[in-house]
């Protein structure tokens, strides 16, 4: 008998959480507190690897073709611009891009794919208590109307976000300090004379105000307010202290605006969970760990969380590995968050100096660096976070020094393959959720796949043989080695071909001694 999975929260995380566990027939149930879905969302940016992400649980449908492309970035203080990006200029030779795109919309997509696959969300329905033992966890629900039901599930994952009651509930600290104590925020229409396809920044005084362009004629502004400023403001007091600041900064008039959209305020904290998992209780996402929204990284790693912690679940859910797998997830996750939360605090620091010294070396030495196309690169590879791996993690401890090429634990590169019927497909867009296996022959490739079904189950993999690469842009490994990807895209194996070595590998993460 297969686990039931509570999933508590619809967001980005829990929705792609949920996606993935149902193409793999594992019974899954969503809640949300919320009484709808939302309309307007904080987050706007979708980074490569969260496009990677949807794409390979076949939900990323035509976000990049509704998407807008946020190319250039200009950081004024007063009248002067002390920089100016092109964004993606220096790495127009990738792939993929980062899309400017509402989580609203991210959320939107993620919906249709889970009503597609069967799953639905149940609304205005929160976790108002959980209590675990060793087989199962008994949830507390609580509908709007205060109704209560109790039911039994066989995990429980808060993807709950930052003032997440099932971490709570978990007795999980989360601690951390705040970053920004205070941010006021207004989408309007309006017709502005800004570069529509990006962003501009003032940083005088050691306070960000920016704009961002959205479609439809909409930009987005937010501002820090000053600290005496009273709590609890209303939507229309928020517009009049966002938009009397804009027109101060920008010399734009209030008049030009044709209407008010949202408005809202939010603060900025740095927070990562003590642990990621207790017992029968996980959380991901902003459940797990809070940051600085600078180079949108909040939404793409709750995505990367997702499908991290997704096909270990299924695999723990079906019988065919250990509740220890879980661990890993913990193991492989919470370090990559622990380096987000220090890069976008550290960028924060840099951009929005409060001594003069600071704001010295800011304008001296790091705005002339960042203006290097070379450094834009580190930077926007760095953000993508395609670069991500879990080599030296607790899946991947070897580093296998002597092999060129990606390695255990690496992201596997998105290359063109053939299928089993002969047609051409991308790497991720094959994935859906499944373990690939991948070999120049197909005999070779059809042998391994088959010993690896053997131990994840026939249904979970999948045999492809790489398209042969144009001189010059060579996969990167030896093309007599046979690979292992796992359903995040990550290398789990790698070696001459050897079905029982790679049955041993299996052997040794589903089942450790």
């Not at 027939?25 to 009484?35: F, G, K």
């Not at 709750?302 to 509740?323: F, Q, S």
Request: overall charge neutral.
């Amino acid at each position: 008998m297969i686990d039931t999975v509570l999933i508590a929260g619809a967001g980005p995380t829990g929705l792609a959480l949920a996606v993935h566990l149902t193409l793999h027939d594992v019974p899954v149930r969503v809640v949300d507190a919320a009484p709808a879905p939302a309309t307007t969302s904080r987050a706007l940016g979708l980074q490569p690897r969260g496009a990677e992400v949807l794409e390979r649980i076949g939900a990323l449908g035509d976000l990049p073709e509704r998407s807008q492309r946020s190319l250039h970035m200009s950081y004024n203080e007063g009248s002067r611009t002390v920089l100016r990006l092109q964004v993606g200029q220096a790495v127009m030779d990738q792939p993929k891009q980062a899309l400017l795109v509402s989580q609203a919309e991210v959320e939107g997509v993620l919906r249709r794919r889970l009503l597609e696959l069967g799953g639905d969300v149940e609304w205005g329905t929160r976790v108002a208590g959980a209590r675990q033992d060793g087989e199962a966890v008994t949830v507390t629900l609580q509908t709007g109307d205060g109704a209560e039901q109790r039911t039994g599930t066989g995990w429980l994952v808060g993807c709950d976000g930052a003032h997440s009651a099932v971490r709570k509930l978990a007795g999980i600290a989360f601690p951390g300090r705040a970053l920004i104590e205070r941010l006021l925020m207004v989408d309007v229409r309006a017709r502005w004379p800004f570069d529509r396809n990006g962003s501009t920044t003032w940083m005088d005084a050691g306070h960000m105000l920016s704009v961002t362009a959205l479609p439809d004629d909409t930009w987005r502004v937010f501002t820090e307010p000053p600290a005496d400023l009273p709590d609890e403001l209303s939507e229309s007091e928020i517009t009049d202290r966002v938009l009397e600041e804009f027109a101060r900064r920008s010399g734009v008039g209030r008049d030009t605006v044709e209407e008010v959209r949202w408005a809202s305020e939010f603060r900025i904290h740095r927070r990562l969970a003590e642990t990621y998992r207790r017992g029968r209780i996980l959380i991901a996402g902003d459940a797990a760990h809070i940051q600085s929204p600078t180079g949108g990284q909040g939404q793409n790693t709750g995505l990367g969380d997702a499908e991290n912690l997704a096909w270990k679940l299924v695999l723990v859910t079906r019988g065919r590995a250990d509740r220890r797998l879980l661990d890993t997830y913990e193991g492989e996750r919470r370090p990559l968050a622990r380096n987000v939360l220090r890069a976008t605090s550290t960028a924060v620091g840099i951009m929005l100096p409060d001594t003069q010294w600071k704001r010295l070396l800011r304008d001296k030495m790091v705005l002339p660096a960042v203006r290097l196309q070379a450094v834009q690169r580190r930077l926007w590879l760095a953000a993508s976070q395609l670069g991500i791996s879990y080599r030296g993690g607790p899946l991947a401890p070897e580093t296998h020094w002597w092999t060129s090429g990606p390695r255990p634990g690496d992201r596997m590169p998105d290359i063109r393959c053939l299928d089993a019927a002969g047609g051409e497909v991308t790497l991720h867009a094959a994935v859906l959720g499944r373990w690939v296996v991948l070999a120049a022959d197909r005999r070779v490739a059809d042998r391994h796949a088959e010993a690896a079904g053997a131990r994840l189950g026939a249904g979970l993999v999948t045999a492809l043989v790489p398209v042969p690469a144009a001189p010059g842009r060579e996969h990167g490994w030896d093309p007599r080695d046979v690979v292992l990807v796992r359903p995040d895209g990550h290398i789990g194996w790698r070696g001459r071909p050897a079905p029982d070595r790679l049955a041993a590998w299996l052997d040794q993460v589903l089942w450790p001694a």
